[in-house]
């Protein structure tokens, strides 16, 4: 049986031109290349409950005056339906005054997508209860 020290593997690979050292146990088989998609997996656990992405769309869908032909994923960015700064700004209002919540300016900046919108919302109702 290998201790903790022996379980560790040390992988190194460039992304963006940076150098990144991530280590994996070996028991798991982890390989560089296969990170991204383990992330991505690991992330679904912490992401907001669907009734939130649900409810932040048909917010997204009123404030930008969308068809219901309109297909919102969690992934879709503001920017792809055409809303401008003052667009997402009204979008972040809509969603304070639906969940009685306030969001600072600092957090409304990052949001782009319907996703972020929704982990956020859920992150400050947490807080607030």
């Given at each position: 049986?290998?201790?903790?020290?022996?379980?560790?593997?040390?992988?190194?690979?460039?992304?963006?031109?940076?150098?990144?050292?991530w280590k994996f146990p070996l028991?798991?088989?982890?390989?560089?290349?296969?990170?991204?998609?383990l992330i991505e997996c690991l992330s679904v656990h912490l992401q907001a409950k669907a009734e939130t992405v649900e409810k932040v769309s048909e917010i997204v869908r009123k404030q930008l005056a969308l068809s219901?032909?309109?297909?919102?994923?969690?992934?879709?960015?503001?920017s792809e339906l055409g809303a401008d700064s003052l667009d997402t700004v009204e979008?972040?209002?809509?969603?304070?005054?639906?969940y009685d919540i306030n969001v600072e300016e600092e957090n409304s900046e990052n949001i782009?997508?319907?996703?972020?919108?929704?982990?956020?919302?859920?992150?400050?109702?947490e807080k607030k209860t």
């Open positions: 049986m290998l201790d903790d020290a022996e379980k560790e593997q040390e992988y190194r690979f460039g992304v963006y031109g940076l150098e990144k050292k028991y798991q088989n982890v390989s560089p290349p296969n990170l991204w998609r219901p032909e309109t297909q919102l994923t969690p992934q879709t960015k503001f979008i972040v209002m809509g969603l304070e005054e639906e782009t997508t319907i996703q972020e919108a929704a982990d956020l919302i859920d992150k400050l109702v």
